[in-house]
């Protein structure tokens, strides 16, 4: 009875494209159908085993590259001699150049060191499992080559080279995953692409120039579409991720569901929670923090710079530390999320060398590792991430969260991972014990020579060296029955 019925429903999503009911969980095994958008998506269709198969590769990678590169890496935070306060692909829109005069930039644009190979290795020795880079941002200029609009570095600038198709090759070679960042919803150069200043978001035709005039679902209809149209079909395999960005309410379920509709096409695609237009696409996407608890039951990606900016500024050198870097990326694995973290490469296509650097030494910790971070689970435990504040709100009234850094933990099947910043002396002590550990031994450790274990009710004593291994996070593995 219980498979006669779920078959029914299964049948009536798959074939309802318009109009869906609002349907809760059904019997646990599909998942929950949102009632406000026209076109159903993938995720209102799919059921759980579905979902978890189109999702796996994501899941099991948990680091990424980010890349946000483009004309603003010309002025890399400079017009007219003046510093432009915020982040350098903003520059445009803050510094509210013209739109002819920012288009004019592309005659300049010859970033002859750019260099796919070496970005995917440097992504590859990360130990990043994918990139996912601005095809469009923000300014409307496409990385790409697209017949849809000439404002494309193929067509507008001196180098003539398309470096997504560059990417799609090397991450082919080298065994990466390859997605796209597209800014669907604002286009500060092309006529009826919303615009909004910092903050003000509820504004989107925040024009500065008449050139920007003009209506959004004509942008939509004659640029974005055809544009995605040509990311989604001209690079083989890839992209297998589609990266949405800052949709405004100009972005209608009804214009949203024709994006969708073409989504809808490549039934493997990945997609975040920015496309608008009610969708809540596959991934939650926390920027520049981490959330307290993950997102229980949602996939999620932390996105963040090394810096404070996603393009390229010349005179943004404050780099987070490998250890905040690190750090931050066993968090969000404790969590169950993903860590997408930026490179912003020059006007030449130079990476900068601190961001080498960073990434050099992360890959490093996880070649030795990354068995605790990839493909595991969250913790077990919870309380070692921090607890709320009773007397301090954050920028939203709730309670302030008090992250504490001494040590978080991920899980495997038969494996609980203790990933050690502060080191306790010569005994590690746990309460509340999940499962019961039958050894233990330091994963950086390759002859796995047993830590002493000491267990009581339900808490355990580990043995440790008497000084961190690894100064960063020093890895013990439990194992588990
Ligand atoms: O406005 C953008 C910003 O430039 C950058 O691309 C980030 C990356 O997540 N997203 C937007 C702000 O939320």
Same mark, same amino acid.
């Given at each position: 009875?219980?498979?006669?019925?779920? $078959?029914?429903?299964?049948?009536?999503?798959?074939?309802?494209?318009?109009?869906?009911?609002?349907?809760?969980?059904?019997?646990?095994?599909?998942?929950?159908?949102?009632?406000?958008?026209?076109?159903?998506?993938?995720?209102?269709?799919?059921?759980?085993?579905?979902?978890?198969?189109?999702?796996?590769?994501?899941?099991?990678?948990?680091?990424?590259?980010?890349?946000?590169?483009?004309?603003?890496?010309?002025?890399?935070?400079?017009?007219?001699?003046?510093?432009?306060?915020?982040?350098?692909?903003?520059?445009?829109?803050?510094?509210?150049?013209?739109?002819?005069?920012?288009?004019?930039?592309?005659?300049?644009?010859?970033?002859?060191?750019?260099?796919?190979?070496?970005?995917? $290795?440097?992504?590859?020795?990360?130990?990043?499992?994918?990139?996912?880079?601005?095809?469009?941002?923000?300014?409307?200029?496409?990385?790409?080559?697209?017949?849809?609009?000439?404002?494309?570095?193929?067509?507008?600038?001196?180098?003539?080279?398309?470096?997504?198709?560059?990417?799609?090759?090397?991450?082919?070679?080298?065994?990466?995953?390859?997605?796209?960042?597209?800014?669907?919803?604002?286009?500060?150069?092309?006529?009826?692409?919303?615009?909004?200043?910092?903050?003000?978001?509820?504004?989107?035709?925040?024009?500065?120039?008449?050139?920007?005039?003009?209506?959004?679902?004509?942008?939509?209809?004659?640029?974005?579409?055809?544009?995605?149209?040509?990311?989604?079909?001209?690079?083989?395999?890839?992209?297998?991720?589609?990266?949405?960005?800052?949709?405004?309410?100009?972005?209608?379920?009804?214009?949203?569901?024709?994006?969708?509709?073409?989504?809808?096409?490549?039934?493997?695609?990945?997609?975040?929670?920015?496309?608008?237009?009610?969708?809540?696409?596959?991934?939650?996407?926390?920027?520049?923090?981490?959330?307290?608890?993950?997102?229980?039951?949602?996939?999620?990606?932390?996105?963040?710079?090394?810096?404070?900016?996603?393009?390229?500024?010349?005179?943004?050198?404050?780099?987070?530390?490998?250890?905040?870097?690190?750090?931050?990326?066993?968090?969000?694995?404790?969590?169950?999320?993903?860590?997408?973290?930026?490179?912003?490469?020059?006007?030449?296509?130079?990476?900068?060398?601190?961001?080498?650097?960073?990434?050099?030494?992360?890959?490093?910790?996880?070649?030795?590792?990354?068995?605790?971070?990839?493909?595991?689970?969250?913790?077990?435990?919870?309380?070692? $991430?921090?607890?709320?504040?009773?007397?301090?709100?954050?920028?939203?009234?709730?309670?302030?969260?008090?992250?504490?850094?001494?040590?978080?933990?991920?899980?495997?099947?038969?494996?609980?991972?203790?990933?050690?910043?502060?080191?306790?002396?010569?005994?590690?002590?746990?309460?509340?014990?999940?499962?019961?550990?039958?050894?233990?031994?330091?994963?950086?450790?390759?002859?796995?020579?047993?830590?002493?274990?000491?267990?009581?009710?339900?808490?355990?004593?580990?043995?440790?060296?008497?000084?961190?291994?690894?100064?960063?996070?020093?890895?013990?593995?439990?194992?588990?029955?």
């Amino acid at each position: 009875m219980k498979t006669h019925r779920s $078959a029914l429903v299964t049948a009536a999503l798959l074939f309802t494209s318009y109009a869906l009911p609002s349907v809760a969980q059904i019997e646990g095994e599909h998942i929950k159908v949102s009632a406000s958008h026209p076109v159903a998506a993938i995720q209102d269709k799919e059921s759980v085993a579905q979902r978890d198969a189109r999702m796996a590769w994501w899941r099991e990678a948990r680091f990424g590259m980010f890349i946000h590169w483009g004309l603003y890496s010309i002025p890399a935070g400079k017009w007219h001699g003046k510093d432009i306060p915020g982040i350098g692909e903003w520059i445009m829109n803050n510094a509210s150049i013209p739109v002819a005069d920012y288009k004019a930039l592309a005659s300049q644009f010859n970033p002859t060191a750019f260099n796919a190979h070496d970005i995917v $290795a440097l992504a590859k020795s990360a130990g990043m499992k994918y990139v996912v880079i601005t095809a469009k941002h923000h300014d409307g200029f496409a990385m790409f080559d697209s017949k849809a609009d000439p404002f494309n570095i193929v067509a507008a600038t001196p180098f003539h080279r398309d470096p997504l198709r560059e990417l799609a090759e090397e991450c082919r070679k080298q065994g990466l995953k390859l997605g796209f960042y597209y800014s669907q919803d604002q286009d500060w150069t092309a006529p009826g692409g919303a615009a909004y200043k910092t903050g003000n978001r509820n504004q989107p035709f925040n024009h500065w120039d008449k050139a920007q005039d003009g209506d959004f679902a004509s942008y939509l209809h004659t640029k974005a579409i055809p544009q995605m149209k040509e990311l989604l079909t001209n690079y083989k395999d890839y992209p297998v991720v589609i990266w949405f960005d800052t949709p405004t309410k100009d972005m209608t379920p009804a214009l949203a569901g024709e994006i969708v509709t073409l989504l809808n096409q490549h039934p493997n695609l990945i997609w975040n929670n920015r496309l608008g237009g009610g969708y809540k696409g596959d991934t939650e996407t926390p920027e520049q923090f981490i959330p307290a608890k993950g997102y229980p039951g949602r996939d999620w990606e932390a996105c963040m710079t090394m810096n404070d900016t996603w393009g390229y500024k010349s005179d943004d050198k404050n780099f987070k530390s490998t250890q905040t870097l690190l750090r931050n990326l066993i968090d969000i694995a404790s969590k169950g999320g993903n860590y997408l973290l930026n490179i912003g490469p020059d006007s030449k296509g130079n990476v900068p060398e601190p961001e080498i650097e960073r990434l050099h030494e992360v890959g490093k910790w996880l070649a030795v590792n990354g068995e605790a971070i990839y493909g595991t689970h969250p913790t077990l435990f919870g309380p070692e $991430a921090g607890s709320f504040s009773t007397t301090e709100k954050d920028k939203e009234g709730k309670p302030k969260f008090e992250p504490e850094w001494k040590w978080r933990s991920t899980t495997s099947a038969h494996k609980i991972y203790l990933e050690i910043f502060t080191w306790p002396g010569t005994t590690f002590h746990l309460n509340k014990l999940p499962r019961t550990v039958t050894s233990a031994y330091l994963l950086a450790d390759k002859s796995m020579k047993p830590l002493k274990i000491t267990q009581s009710n339900g808490s355990i004593d580990i043995a440790l060296p008497s000084s961190a291994p690894d100064p960063i996070a020093t890895v013990v593995v439990l194992n588990t029955k």
